[in-house]
């Protein structure tokens, strides 16, 4: 059985930051080439944030590149989301998603202007 459990959302003024972290347990195989985040905002469908590319760096949505920096640990078995220059429409329910199949519950990011 597959958990993941981010953490780390909260509410920050526009142009603050925050750092989202996704944690895995369960019987798989843990592997950042597999892993990714995504986002819903209210009223609309969820979407890719970022993911691992094959050579070991990120690919970003656009609306994200930049100031959005996709890191982990394959040891603890962990994904970070580090967030900087947060716009009001950065917020959003952000999901860590394993083999795009896994789905945590999700963490909050509201950002205020």
């Known amino acids: 059985q597959v958990q993941l459990v981010e953490s780390g959302g909260g509410l920050v003024q526009a142009g603050g930051s925050l750092r989202l972290s996704c944690t895995a347990s369960?019987?798989?195989?843990?592997?950042?080439?597999?892993m990714g985040w995504y986002r819903q905002a209210p009223g609309k469908e969820r979407e890719f944030v970022a993911a691992?590319?094959?050579?070991?760096?990120?690919n970003y949505a656009d609306s994200v590149k930049g100031r959005f920096t996709i890191s982990g640990d394959n040891a603890e078995r962990t994904m970070y989301l580090t967030m900087n220059n947060l716009k009001p429409e950065d917020t959003a329910i952000y999901y860590c998603n394993a083999y795009k199949y896994h789905w945590g519950p999700g963490t909050q990011v509201t950002v205020s202007s």
């Open positions: 691992f590319s094959s050579g070991g760096s990120g």
């Open positions: 369960g019987r798989f195989v843990f592997r950042l080439s597999t």
